[in-house]
């Protein structure tokens, strides 16, 4: 999406564009220039510009020319202030709701980047009066030249090192968010995170923690900011405690902005249910409840599920194998009310033995297609359970994408009989 954005933007700029893309099976318009195949990266000498790609990995790009990317681009042309939000998991629904607080306050807000729309899309709608919220990977932070004027850190644990050389360069690469910001930009980061903490040192701007005073908190059961009441903590419309982290990101970022005004944030919070397949309640049957959580794929969101209900679960673990470490999962699983586990997908294997390494039994096998898996989970449930797809694993071994995933799951759940 964003490699198609960077052709349309920099197409009607007036430059000769070519595509260069490892899959040959790439379906490219007629009459677009094209380097297709594994040696896609080569001969790049000769362009006056080279567009990296995210899923390109910058170190692999050997040139002479100036590499840039469409971030740095629209970072450079942007005319209004930009929010940047990075971290591992929550990024998407913590810029949604920033930029749901920020509308409520009568801002003109543009969202964007990781989340779906690429940035260099709209950049021709932005105005200096208006505000612009990214979703930012490490794969866009990576080589990233200038930092937003509001930069803002979630949670950061292990993930993607199939692609990152080391977790030091995953976590380097978060810190961009930080590294070029000013005096008068802003830090917000996550105070019990030890490594959103340490990033956030190496900003020159004003540093400001959430779920320590003085950002945003929860206190006797309410979200509060600087001494002032937001809401109760059971009007917050997302479920699950890591939502309400979340939502003390989006308050410590928004703050100024609305003016220390408590009524926007109540409203955004209390009218945002979250994004889809991030603990979306799909039905109840039979008096159990199904909760599609697909976009969960490492073990840290999955125990952030776990977190999130107390009633007794079966839980849909699995997916491609990433060489993921599962022990800490597993024993979170032991510990908590799951009184079944679902196990699907590549990394059966792997999750089994982590769960007999801690004499866990109460797991089982899925099946090979979600119609398959979804009757089994209902099979295992009973009155007041909830079944929990959180596959703690990517989707492409059964599945095109997690989004895929997600939605064969709420199909196969709204064609369960009773």
Not at 125 to 154: C, T, Y
Not at 215 to 235: K, P
Not at 378 to 394: F, H, M, N, Y
């Amino acid at each position: 999406m964003e490699g198609q954005s960077s052709y349309r933007y920099w197409s009607e700029l007036g430059a000769d564009v070519t595509v260069h893309d490892e899959n040959t099976s790439l379906e490219l318009p007629k009459g677009i220039k094209s380097v297709l195949g594994t040696k896609y990266l080569e001969s790049l000498d000769r362009y006056d510009l080279v567009v990296r790609s995210p899923g390109v990995r910058p170190w692999l790009i050997k040139t002479s020319a100036p590499v840039t990317t469409s971030l740095n681009e629209f970072m450079a042309r942007c005319p209004a202030r930009i929010i940047g939000v990075t971290g591992t998991k929550g990024k998407g629904t913590t810029a949604t709701l920033i930029a749901r607080i920020l509308g409520e306050a009568g801002w003109r807000t543009h969202l964007g980047g990781n989340i779906g729309v690429p940035p260099l899309d709209f950049l021709s709608k932005v105005r200096a009066s208006h505000l612009v919220v990214l979703e930012l990977s490490s794969f866009q932070l990576m080589d990233l030249e200038q930092s937003p004027h509001i930069a803002v850190a979630l949670p950061i644990e292990p993930e993607h090192l199939d692609w990152h050389r080391s977790m030091h360069e995953y976590v380097a690469a978060k810190g961009n968010i930080f590294w070029h910001q000013e005096a008068d930009d802003v830090a917000v980061y996550n105070a019990h995170n030890h490594y959103s903490a340490e990033i956030a040192n190496v900003s020159a701007g004003h540093k400001l923690p959430y779920l320590e005073r003085p950002g945003a908190v929860i206190a006797n059961d309410r979200v509060v900011m600087g001494g002032v009441e937001i809401c109760r903590v059971d009007e917050v419309a997302m479920i699950g405690p890591h939502n309400l982290e979340n939502a003390c990101a989006a308050v410590t970022a928004t703050w100024e902005l609305v003016k220390q005004n408590p009524e926007a944030p109540a409203r955004a919070l209390k009218g945002f249910t979250g994004l889809p397949h991030r603990l979306e309640f799909v039905r109840e049957v039979a008096q159990v409840r199904y909760v599609n959580d697909s976009f969960s794929s490492n073990p840290i969101a999955t125990e952030a599920a776990i977190n999130s209900f107390a009633e007794p679960k079966i839980l849909i673990l699995g997916g491609k194998d990433r060489g993921i470490d599962f022990g800490q999962l597993a024993a979170r699983v032991a510990e908590d009310n799951v009184k079944q586990v679902v196990l699907v997908g590549e990394n059966t294997q792997l999750l089994a033995a982590a769960f007999n390494g801690i004499g866990y039994r109460h797991y089982t096998l899925g099946g090979m297609t979600m119609t398959a898996i979804v009757a089994q989970a209902q099979r295992l449930a009973s009155p007041g359970d909830v079944v929990v797809l959180s596959p703690g694993s990517a989707s492409f071994d059964m599945f095109t994408n997690f989004s895929d995933r997600g939605e064969q799951f709420k199909a196969a759940v709204k064609a369960l009989s009773p």
